[in-house]
């Protein structure tokens, strides 16, 4: 049971170039997310998945796009890099997006450098 | 607007001393209350939760936090510190309208000495 997974681990991208970070959870949760972390801000959410097939802009969803590709993979793909993406990006999961369920697990991070 | 606000963003403590980490939340509504906690080259995870009830609630590794709903605060507390506490602990507060939307506060950063 690896809980929520992420890959990569660490990338540096070049300002304008693409990516795609990938996510997946093996504990049959409904609800995912796509956060980044940068110091002295905390978590700040970018898009999430309430239900398979559904997405949904969060707080800091501009230069971003996501898939929710089946239940257990959501991925976030930046089109054209900036340097303000420098950040520490995580995948989160829950049971449903509501109570008393709605505690998050987290997976393990990717670091991202756009220079 | 919602937010989630911790009071210290770096704490030094010796092993042994006694920790409350401050958070306060600015919402009317109905909220339930987080802790998590990352330690070093690990990824976040759950140290306590408040969603109902019992408003001292306890979690992992001796750490309890309580909720005062008229002072819209949810301080976490430990009476005696391990250096294996060094940590970034984050308050966080999903409100339970308009989709059940979860804040996170900046974070709190904590050093305990051996």
């Known amino acids: 049971n690896a809980g929520v997974t992420q890959t990569p681990k660490f990338q540096v991208l070049k300002t304008g170039q693409s990516m795609t970070l990938q996510c997946a959870q093996d504990?049959?949760?409904?609800?995912m997310y796509w956060y980044r972390q940068d110091p002295g801000m905390g978590l700040r959410l970018i898009y999430y998945?309430?239900?398979?097939?559904?997405?949904d802009k969060g707080e800091v969803p501009n230069g971003y796009n996501v898939s929710r590709l089946n239940k257990r993979e959501f991925s976030l793909r930046l089109e054209s890099a900036a340097p303000s993406q420098t950040s520490v990006y995580f995948c989160?999961?829950?049971?449903?997006?509501?109570?008393?369920?709605?505690?998050?697990?987290f997976g393990p991070g990717t670091r991202l450098t756009v220079l | 607007a919602q937010s989630v606000s911790q009071h210290n963003h770096h704490v030094i403590l010796s092993e042994a001393a006694s920790l409350e980490l401050g958070c306060n939340y600015s919402?009317?509504?109905?909220?339930?209350l987080f802790w998590y906690v990352q330690y070093p080259g690990q990824h976040l995870q759950l140290l306590l939760k408040?969603?109902?009830?019992?408003?001292l609630v306890k979690g992992i590794k001796g750490f309890e936090a309580e909720f005062i709903k008229s002072k819209f605060s949810f301080n976490l507390r430990k009476p005696s510190v391990q250096w294996s506490d060094t940590a970034e602990y984050f308050c966080?507060?999903?409100?339970?309208?308009?989709?059940?939307?979860?804040?996170f506060g900046a974070g709190t950063r904590l050093f305990v000495k051996a």
């Open positions: 989160a999961s829950s049971e449903s997006r509501g109570p008393p369920y709605n505690e998050q697990f």
């Open positions: 919402y009317g509504g109905t909220v339930n």
């Open positions: 998945s309430a239900s398979e097939g559904t997405t």
């Open positions: 504990m049959n949760h409904n609800s």
């Open positions: 408040y969603f109902s009830g019992d408003p």
């Open positions: 966080a507060a999903s409100l339970l309208t308009g989709g059940f939307k979860t804040i």
